[in-house]
């Protein structure tokens, strides 16, 4: 028991001794695991969360929406196969007059059933009761809302109910499926001071829009089994003379599209990165275990000599990787669920439903172990076999000085002067390529990583760029409830504040290629547009096609479709007309994907006069809060979209969660970058004490022997910028697609400055290890380096 | 300077030790390794240093040399007080005077031999080529070998040409000869010899072979710290000569 107690012993002094490279070892490591955990920690929250609350509140599978159909129309649709649950209801925009806020804000007016809660998508009351169906004065809200504007039960506001200002009570706060991301109509993050989902009793709504009997929405469960697809088809088929605009399935519905996609990326993230440090790691590992056995080999041969098997002798140098594991793992493990129960705190702030805490199953723990496991046997395993193996003999005699040749660079160099301390440099590179090639590809990661994470800015810098200073450049856009005559965009010109206009024909249509088909809206622009422009491929402006579609090149990917090819176009409202339009040409978008038309074009397709359904309008911000007091009180219009508040929504979001997550990949990026370019830095310095110190002796100052060790870390470190740059460059061409969705394309776009952020944090990352580095090298003992031999 | 005639010829001194002292402290052990050491060495002699294993004679040579400095005392090379230099002074001292040679050669196995020599004399004043460095040990012929391809005594005969190569004005030699048989030795030595002949400089050889002594101009022997005797030696031999 004596011999087990000593070996432990050895292993913990030489623990000690290499403390500075286990810790960045198991760094690496923790960071990979903690990725690792917290992703998928936090998908795995997400989920069940979302899962509960969705069964929870009976979130419904098909949503439709329509003009107006009598309740009768139930009777019908209950007879689909595959029907569960029918819930008609009335939904109605209305703009919102709100105290201290001279912005005009939008709210959503949901019915709610006469008795009871909803069948589907009931509305989960967090304080106060749910609004009368008899009174026309009470609402419930979301908390969201309330919250942001400072109400609660008991308080009033204004609103305008089909033209009608109403001071509405709230007499209860709830919280919905149908909104956990509460879009507003035109808007691009959720913004909860200017748009609000409330709920109204059933009878009070319908007397309000003149709906009695009636309904416009509707929303359905299906029997275990049903055929969504089916469903829908004959869903429309019933609707389309109620003025249906088409069903969707829960898929589509805006607010769980975004949470499936939000979870989506989180669980691709979570595969993707945590690899990437484990191997970083399992390199690391592998260079600094070969390197004290190494320094070992004299003592692993009197091990062997005094009788201790290979076994015995493995299993010192596998303990020691252990160690570093077990570090590592439970480092990566505490970090993780930190850094896990920071994302779900982030997730509350966009995500308005209510989530568990972070639930980490037990399976998640367990792979993290056998990963990290593996990952360290990965990189230590091969060092300790060569302990296990090294015969007594060979390791007591002393190793013969490293061999090296004159490479091709220095015959190549041999004309020029070259320093000797410069050959050694190049002749230590180039001695162990493996290992220099292995060090440039660990810094080359930091540096992708790095670019890859400011790629997300710079993305999200040319969709605003593009999106708000070259195509949408209004200020607000007006809808209307009810397309008008095209003349409505002259008084608007009147209107105070109002420098430009231009007007809006969108359309609601299904767009169809064989049996591919997509729920569209076709955009009608004028001529010589200004506010709201037209761009193509190239970011340049064009000018809307007659007689035929501009495509975005998302949708035209989608349906299969060329320049030139036919689409059929279904229009869902109105006449609803059906027409074949040749694709004239394809547009770039980052943001929503549309089809476009010039809007005479628009007009004759549906078969109607020069008609608008909203105006885009461009404000002289110093009358803006005038205009908005008369907007407020304007019937007929039924939203108001504010682009430049879209925009600082955006750049909010932005600043919240991009930034922490840049922070974080740069310290991650760093931390890696510093990790292996201390480790070589260190083992460097370790294999070559001796030569520094011969050299010292010989009369060499401090800094020209650092320059000897910190010239190769310098070399490796430039190698590996390039190398990063082009890693950094593909992994962002490969992520770009993965991260575009229905709603946002992420452009490929890479600045340089993105490329001169990551050189710079990876060499001040290397400076800061060359400087610690140095140190030790100020501090090399002369005399008894070159007492032992090697 | 204080010049000592003797025997007829004016001997200039190269270093006057005072009283020197040197105490380790580690770890809470305190060992006295010089306990007051007073020795001049002079121009152009070749001295041998005995003594038993741990009696302080590496750690003479490497005060001497500026790698370390003593506890107390006082050291002269020549007119300059090294018991005075910073650091860096320390440095320019032996990169300027001083060459080493160690038991173990000490080469930097990634440079050749001319190119390790380069090594020095780029950054001497007035060296010798690294042709000619190597030519005096006896080397020419392995110019453009690596130290992996060199054997034990050759490793060595570099080392010294390495140390000799910038001219110094002290060769320091701790061992030089200790891990090597005594055929190879006796190269080494004849190296050593012919350095400190051509070249005049003041030479110190500490060896375990009483044997070696016999190529010393004068032997100083070491015990526990102190110097218990200096012999003149009057039938200096040749290297080839000895017997250990
Ligand atoms: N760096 C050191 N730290 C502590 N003790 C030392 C150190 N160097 C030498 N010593 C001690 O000083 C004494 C003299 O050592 P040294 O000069 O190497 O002897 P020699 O060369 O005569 O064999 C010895 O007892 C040795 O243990
Ligand atoms: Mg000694």
Redesign the interface.
Known sequence: MIRVDALNRKLLRDLWRIKGQAIAISMVMACGIALMISSFGTVTTLEESMNAFYDRTRFADVFATLKRAPDSLKKDIERIPGVSIIETRIVAAVNLDLPNMTEPATGQLLSLPERGAPLLNDVIILSGRYPSSQRPNEVAVTDAFANAHDLTVGDSFKAIINGNKRSLEIVGLGMTPEYIYALGPGSLMPDDKRFGVMWMGRKALAAAFDLDGAFNSLTISLQLGASEYEVIRRLDVLLEPYGGVGSYARKDQLSNFFLVNEITQLRTSGAVFPPVFLLVSAFLMNVVVSRIIATEREQIGLLKAFGYNDLEVGWVYLKLVLILVFIGLGMGIALGIWMGGGMITMYTTYYKFPLLNLGIDTGVFTSAAIISLIAGMLGGLGAVRQAARLSPAVAMAPP???????GALSRFFAPLTI???T??IF??VT?FPVRAGLTIIGVAFSVALMVMSLFFLDSIERVIAVYFFQAERQTLTLSFVEPRPALVEQEIQHLPGVIKTQPVRSVSVRLRNGHLSDRKAIQGIVSGADLARLLDTDQKVIEPPLGGLALSKHIANDLNLKVGDLVTVEVLQERRPVEQLPVVRLVEEYLGFQAYMHIDSLNRLMKEGPTVTGIHVMVDSRYADDLYATLKDTPGVAGIAQQTATLAGFRETMDNTMNVMIGFYVALASLIAFGVAYNAARIALSERS??L??????????EEVTYILLGELGILTLASLPVGCLLGYSMALAMSPMLTTDLYNFPFVIEPSTYGWSIIVVCVSATICGLITRQRVFGLE??SA????? | MPDVVQDGTRLVETFRAERITKVYETGGLRVEALRGVDLTLYEGELVVLLGPSGSGK?TLL?IL?G??LPTSGRLFFKNLELTACSP?NL??????H?G?V?Q?Y???????AR??I???T??AEDPMSAEEALEMVGLEHRL?H????LSGGE?QRVAIA?AIAKRPNVLLCDEPTGALDSNTGVVVLQALERANRELGTTTALITHNAGIKDMSERVIRFADGQIISVDENPEKKAPEELTW
Do not use: C, W
């Open positions: 013969v000085p490293t061999s090296y040749k004159a320093s000797q301390p050959r050694m002749r230590h001695r001796r030569a110190a011969s050299l010292r002796v010989l009369g060499f100052t401090r002369l005399v070159l007492k032992t031999r090697e | 590496s490497n040399g790698l370390d860096h440095t320019m001292y032996r990169r300027d001083v080493f160690f173990f000490n080469l930097i196995p990634s440079l050749t190119e390790n380069s090594l020095v780029e950054i453009d690596f130290p992996s391809q490793q390495r």
